[in-house]
């Protein structure tokens, strides 16, 4: 049974219209049609059966996009993996259960057997199915099933379309979403050949892109590097934000140097979907989150959220919902009013001589100081203290480690309390993000 009948006939309204600038060439909504119906023939020829479950390999391309289409429409469970997980595909593979492997211009049979029950439970719905994978940046990876038909059902309901940037991956929940508005909207994605600020600027400037969806760590790296100075970014109309902690002082720095621009804090989980969110001001922390199909509570400063998009379950770890199906996102969360203002995640709090040390608290005043690049701040255990503050910086130039761990004290000494102060300064040479330009927190 065809399950993407709706955004099929969505196609048929602006065919000539380009669905993706794809190394800087167009292609359009007709060409998609035409090879989401060759993909569907190739899938008929390897019979590969409704229900199957099917990881494709790749990041944004004309051919990808076209061939999650066609399985999303067959029926099948898909496996999204970007290169981000290379290192990790063969035990994603694994997990999922994975009959079919897709590439741009292959199917493989893997031999594999389904027998997880959630998968059961999915055919009985007789709906595709999606695995996301979480990054692992704070423990092991967990593969969170989704009915992909209800994920879709609210893009059903028309929206502006614009040109926008892709940039978080295919198989995190936010590239999905983006990927789905936009061609719900007869929008247009354009696929930056990098995501280094100056090639993604450079991007911007050539397409004419609107809305530019990403992290806050892209964003600090966006600012440090200046390469908003050398290009026309003036069709940006729209920044979306989110996967982590938004500091303060990158947030008013952009909305500085982009004037013409709404910035938007976004909210979502792997476990749950997107949330609808508006944020309080373009220069506030503050967002309102939720939407037709949630509900949130805030139990004990801690953020709840009960969806109708919520995951049937994990693959390889017991259901986190409760009784009445309330999800805990183990974000800490502050209220104002209908707004909320995320304060981090719970598992990351340190704990130091019993008060609670919040690590975006203390990597926002770092940011501040002349020539640090970023900054990462953990906790770790100590036998008097239980924890101490541990911060890793990355400096813009070269430094002797002395004089600028004198001047990082003395400012703190300054600006928080002592309990806040890091124990311990260390200058790093290696990124602290992830290929999904999120931070990392847990040292390998």
């Known amino acids: 049974m065809p399950h993407l009948d709706w955004l099929l006939e969505i196609f048929t309204r602006t065919p000539e219209a380009a669905f993706m600038v794809w190394q800087d060439r167009p292609h359009t909504y007709a060409w998609l049609t035409e090879r989401v119906g060759e993909w569907l023939r190739r899938l008929e020829e390897h019979r590969v059966p409704a229900g199957a479950t099917v990881a494709l390999r790749g ?28 290192t990790k595909e063969a035990e994603f593979l694994e997990i999922a259960e994975t009959q079919y492997l897709v590439t741009a211009d292959a199917i493989e049979p893997l031999g594999r057997e389904v027998k997880h029950p959630l998968y059961r439970e999915l055919a009985g719905r007789g709906s595709p199915g999606l695995v996301l994978f979480s990054s692992g940046s704070t423990g092991k990876s967990k593969a969170a099933l989704h009915d992909f038909a209800v994920l879709l059902e609210k893009f059903r309901v028309q929206r502006r379309g614009m040109v926008t940037l892709t940039f978080l991956m295919i198989d995190h929940i936010g590239g999905i979403n983006t990927l789905f508005y936009v061609l719900s909207n007869s929008g247009t994605v354009v696929v930056s050949p990098s995501r280094d600020p100056n090639i993604v600027c450079e991007t911007i400037a050539r397409h004419r892109v609107e809305l ?8 600090n790296l966006l600012l440090l590097s200046e390469a908003w100075q050398r290009h026309d970014l003036s069709s940006l109309r729209l920044i979306t934000y989110g996967t982590e902690m938004m500091p303060k002082r990158t947030l008013e720095r952009i909305a500085q140097v982009f004037p013409q621009c709404t910035l938007q804090q976004t909210y979502g989980l792997s476990e749950l979907g997107i949330l609808r969110s508006k944020s309080e001001s373009s220069d506030s922390l503050f967002v309102k989150v939720g939407g037709e199909g949630y509900e949130t509570q805030v139990r004990n400063g801690i953020l709840w959220i009960k969806a109708r998009t919520a995951m049937l379950g994990y693959l390889n770890a017991p259901s986190p919902f409760d009784s009445d199906g309330w999800f805990n996102t183990g974000d800490m969360v502050e209220q104002q009013g209908e707004y909320l203002r995320f304060l981090g995640r719970e598992s990351e709090i340190i704990n130091v001589g019993g008060q609670k040390v919040y690590p975006a608290e203390v990597e926002e005043v770092l940011l501040t100081i002349p020539n640090v690049r970023d900054v990462t701040v953990a906790g770790e255990p100590n036998p008097i203290t239980g924890n101490i503050v541990v911060a890793r910086c990355n400096l813009i130039e070269p430094e002797e480690p002395g004089p600028f761990k004198k001047r990082v004290r003395e400012l703190c000494r300054a600006r928080m309390e002592p309990f806040k102060i890091p124990a311990r300064i260390e200058i790093v040479e290696n990124d602290q993000f992830s290929g999904r330009f999120k931070k990392m927190r847990r040292q390998e």
């Open 59 to 86: 990041d944004y391309s004309p051919e990808i996009v076209a061939a999650l289409l066609a399985l999303i429409d067959r029926g099948v469970i898909v496996i999204p993996l970007s290169p981000a997980v290379a």
């Open 212 to 219: 530019l969806p990403t992290s806050p760590t892209f964003l």
